[in-house]
């Protein structure tokens, strides 16, 4: 193999290798230590706590994937650099999982009514297209009547 991924069991012809992501599954427990700067015993801990939660493999082992390493970096520099509680890093966590979560669906809500406004556009256009053309606009006339107003004297009813 030329180390480009892994050779998938009954993979698919077409593609022979797996197509590695931040989210792919790739670093065991002392990898995934040495790249966070963290001792292993401390990884335990977060997965654990949920605040990283790796993937497992069949027998149990952890998995860290690229966005795992980030995470625990994140963790380290809001535990030790920032002063935040275990507790309190795990709710930041979870909001800003919420914040993406939200995000990702105003961009789909606005995709859904940038192609309703189109449609609405489309059907506008089609109806102003069935117009019958040899009617013709009538204008009512104008009057050019003058009215005079004179306030009531009291008594003259």
Same mark, same amino acid.
Request: charged share 20%; proline share 4%.
């Given at each position: 193999m030329d180390g480009r991924g892994a050779r998938p069991g009954g993979g698919s012809r077409s593609n022979p290798y797996y197509e590695l992501t931040d989210d792919s599954?790739?670093?065991?427990?002392?990898v995934a230590a040495q790249l966070s700067g963290l001792h292993p015993q401390t990884l335990r801990q977060y997965d654990r706590l949920g605040l990283v939660s790796p993937d497992r493999t069949a027998g149990r082992g952890r998995r860290y994937s690229a966005r795992d390493i980030s995470l625990l970096r994140q963790v380290q520099v809001l535990?030790?650099?920032?002063?935040?509680?275990?507790a309190g890093i795990? &709710?930041?966590?979870?909001?800003?999982? $919420? *914040?993406?979560?939200?995000?990702q669906r105003v961009a789909e809500l606005q995709q859904a009514v940038e192609g309703a406004a189109a449609a609405m556009q489309q059907r506008e256009a089609?109806?102003?297209?069935?117009?019958? &053309?040899?009617?013709?606009?009538?204008? $009512? *006339?104008?009057t050019s009547a003058l009215m005079v107003w004179r306030p009531r004297r009291p008594g003259h009813d």
């Open positions: 599954p790739v670093y065991v427990i002392s535990s030790q650099d920032e002063g935040i509680n275990l795990k &709710r930041i966590i979870e909001l800003e999982n $919420q *914040v993406a979560a939200l995000q089609a109806v102003h297209a069935s117009y019958r &053309r040899d009617l013709v606009p009538y204008d $009512q *006339v104008q």
